[in-house]
């Protein structure tokens, strides 16, 4: 068994200390890796369906492709990789804040080791995933699908800087760096959210909330996150 918890790497950021490490879980009789930043729990190798349902789900609402993807929200990679096994996937730009979550997908130190890095079609980037459509995009650098996971839910925030992308304006400003047709999905660690799913309404033709279960093994019983999916209206309008 080893040591119960293994600090793997850490490193001080400006969001708070933020920690790689590998913790050994008697429910399951393995060891778990895990991301901390300051006292919250981000990351578990012990919970990734969520974050391949937000890529499964999401691309199922897309067109035929080819298509063009933003992944807000590195992790441990399973959304970007679920990505990548879609034929239909060209791209795919995973956009996270901090330098140390890429690194550590350069260096192999997550469970899916250095295969990101090697994937051609797959590229990470350093940056803010909130400020990522302030500036217009042309239509030829637009996305087809974009799949965020980075806050709690729409209401539990990492930081509040994140709040001004959960508003009517933020919301749009990523609506109009969307494809025509294209889809938006977002995991959320909370059930549908009745407020915010009114907003989307406001800004995409198409919005659904999806409860995805999951086997627990630390409760003995099913876990929720919520998948919201919303896809652009067409223009039909090209004059």
Known sequence: MGRLIEELDYRATDMGPL???????????????????????????LFTVGETELAVRGLAAAGSGPLRVLVGGLGLGYTARAALADDRVTSVDVVDALAPVIEWHEAGLVPLGESLGQEPRCHLKLG??????????????????????????????????????????????LRDGIADGGVFAMWSDEG?????????????????????????????????CTIYICKKAVNRDKS
């Open 128 to 173: 803010d995933f909130f400020g990522w459509f302030d500036a217009p995009r042309a239509p030829a650098d637009r996305y087809d699908v974009v799949l965020l996971d980075i806050d709690h839910s729409p209401r539990n925030l990492l930081h509040p800087d994140h709040a001004r992308f959960y508003a009517d304006a933020g919301l749009r400003r």
């Open 19 to 45: 920690v790689l490490r590998r913790r050994w879980v008697a429910a399951i009789d393995a060891d778990v890796i895990e991301v901390i930043l300051g006292e919250e729990h981000l990351m578990s190798s």
């Open 192 to 224: 549908p959210d009745a407020a915010f799913i009114a907003l989307l309404e406001a800004v995409f033709a198409r919005v659904r909330a999806e409860v995805v279960a999951f086997d627990n093994p630390l409760t003995g019983g099913a876990s929720t």
